[in-house]
């Protein structure tokens, strides 16, 4: 009878059983705050594309505006709303490919890739999985941390103002489009480059064997 239902709960068992979630978590979280860094530094070196004092009576902070560089480096777009005599127009726009950027557009898009491929060799490494399948989804189990953190990211990097042009006033918020920023930086780059990482360090291991 034991035994029977020792096989029942293992056929039971949650697909999600055998990850490392928690060290996961740790990894894919750490991945978002170092790119963010590292994004926020090009930023800065790059005649500070992002510093909010370029901008008349805008609420936000520097903060914001490396978040938005951070986002655009994912290939996530700034939603912008404009609204002008009760009208409001959206715009999309990509700091990176259309502001005035010194420093190349690839240098800045290269970021996350490396960090999340890192994050995921890391997390390889140090689970030891037992062939390049397991690699792969080791390292993809890095979106558990990295997720979270791009959800609230997108909810959270804002900036608004009021303008006066010739006379007549507008006013504009912008913040990070929500459905890409969820779907694309924050599930499919862990997932694939996340994976990659897992299965280079698997790959590593079998070729010194």
Sequence with gaps: MPESQSESNRGKQSPIAGFPLKLAAVIGSACYLVGYGLVGVLAEI???IT???QFEQVEGSVLDGLGFAFYNAHR???ETAVTRDGSTNLE??????EG???LPELLYYSVPVAVLLFGGYLLARVEQPVDRAGGLKTGATIVVGYLPLTIAGAVLFELSGEQTIF????SFTASPELVPAVGLMGIVYPL???GIGGLLYSQHVDSNV
């Design 192 to 194: 694939v480059f996340g």
């Design 92 to 97: 999309s726009l990509n700091l990176l490919a």
């Design 51 to 53: 510093r909010d004092q």
């Design 100 to 102: 005035p950027t010194q």
């Design 46 to 48: 790059d005649d500070g």
């Design 76 to 78: 996530v777009d700034i």
């Design 167 to 170: 006379g007549e006033t507008f």
